[in-house]
């Protein structure tokens, strides 16, 4: 049986930090150092993350610790 995606979804900040266990100031360096996925801006003052890359992060993450 196919392994269903799950929707892909714009993630607030909020979010991202609860999903990654990272705090603001480590996500954002992050962005800037190139290991984590660049902010999609959504609106004038306001950006979100797209949740495959989130989670693309994630996997890389737990794969490089096996």
């Known amino acids: 049986m ?10 607030r900040l909020p ?9 603001k100031t480590l996500i954002y360096a992050g962005m800037a150092a190139g290991t984590f996925p660049k ?17 693309a992060w994630i996997d890389s993450k737990v794969r490089a610790s096996a």
Not at 2 to 11: A, V, Y
Not at 15 to 23: N, P
Request: aromatic fraction near 6%; proline fraction near 8%; avoid cysteine.
């Open 2 to 11: 196919p392994q269903q995606t799950p929707p892909r979804e714009i993630w």
């Open 15 to 23: 979010k991202v930090k609860a999903v990654t266990g990272q705090g």
């Open 39 to 55: 902010a999609i801006a959504i609106g004038e003052r306001a950006v979100g993350w797209a949740s495959d890359h989130v989670q």
